[in-house]
C-alpha cells in the first residue's frame, strides 16, 4: 500500500546516513527549513539538537564529528497540520509510518535514540499500549513523554532511549536538562537507577 500523505504531504527528506553508525537519532517528521535543505533537523529543533543538548554530552558530540551518528525521521515528508500538530492520526498514521519503515537503515548502530511521542510508539505500539491500559486500570495518569525520559529498552540486538522531541524542549526550555539527561543515558555515561520494589506490607513499614 502507498503512503496516505502522497497527494497533501510536503517534499521528501531523506535521513542523513553515515557508513557505520553507532547511534541513530530518530525524530517524528521534517518541517519546513528540513523540506527545503532536503536534510533532518536543519531548523529550530535541530538548532536545540545539536546546540543545548548534543554540546553538552561530550562523548556524543565526539562521535558526531566523527560522522557516527545517522540522523533520521520516523515520517520522510511533512504531513499537514492537524489542530496545530504536522503529524496524521488513526489509521492514516499507522498507514504513513508503515509505508516509511522502508526506508528505515540503522546499519551497524547499537543505540537509537528515539525523540518524541510518535517515534516511541511507532516501535513500541504494543508495550506502550499495555502500560498505557495499566495506567488507566490503576486510576494513574496515562504516561506522556516526560514521564519515559530515559528509558531504556533492549530489542533486536540494539538499546532503544527515549528523550524529549527538541521541538517540544524548544518550547519549554526549562526541560532542556532532561533532553540532556536522556543522552547521557543513551551515552551510558549517566547511571540508571535500578529499582528495588517491596512487597506491599514491607512498603508500608518502612513509612513508619
Known amino acids: 500500500m502507498g503512503c496516505p500523505l502522497y497527494d497533501k504531504g510536503l517534499g521528501f527528506v531523506p535521513d542523513s546516513l553515515v557508513p557505520a553508525p553507532a547511534y541513530v537519532f530518530v525524530g517524528e517528521a521534517p518541517g519546513k527549513n528540513e523540506v527545503e535543505q532536503a536534510k533532518p533537523f536543519v531548523g529550530k529543533a535541530g538548532h536545540v539538537l545539536f546546540n543545548w543538548l548534543l554540546h553538552a554530552v561530550p562523548q556524543l558530540k565526539l562521535k558526531y564529528e566523527q560522522k557516527k551518528i545517522s540522523i533520521a525521521n520516523t515520517l520522510r515528508c511533512l504531513p499537514p ?8 492520526r488513526g489509521e492514516e498514521k499507522a498507514q504513513a509510518e508503515d509505508h516509511c519503515r522502508q526506508y528505515n537503515n540503522f546499519g551497524s548502530a547499537h543505540t537509537i535514540v528515539l525523540f518524541g511521542e510518535s517515534p516511541q510508539r511507532c516501535w513500541f505500539k504494543t508495550e506502550l499500549e499495555a502500560e498505557d491500559a495499566t495506567d488507566r486500570q490503576l ?12 528509558r531504556v529498552y533492549e530489542k533486536d540486538g540494539r538499546r532503544w532511549v527515549f528523550a524529549p522531541h527538541p521541538a517540544y524542549i524548544l518550547r519549554q526550555p526549562a526541560l532542556v536538562e532532561a533532553g540532556q539527561a536522556a543522552l547521557r543515558i543513551a551515552a551510558q555515561t549517566e547511571q540508571l537507577v535500578n529499582v528495588e520494589y517491596l512487597a506491599w506490607d514491607k512498603a508500608i513499614a518502612t513509612l513508619k
Do not use: L
Request: glycine share 24%; no cysteine.
Open 81 to 88: 497540520e492537524i489542530q496545530g500538530r504536522a503529524y496524521p
Open 139 to 150: 486510576g494513574h495518569d496515562v504516561k506522556g513523554v516526560m514521564g519515559r525520559v530515559g
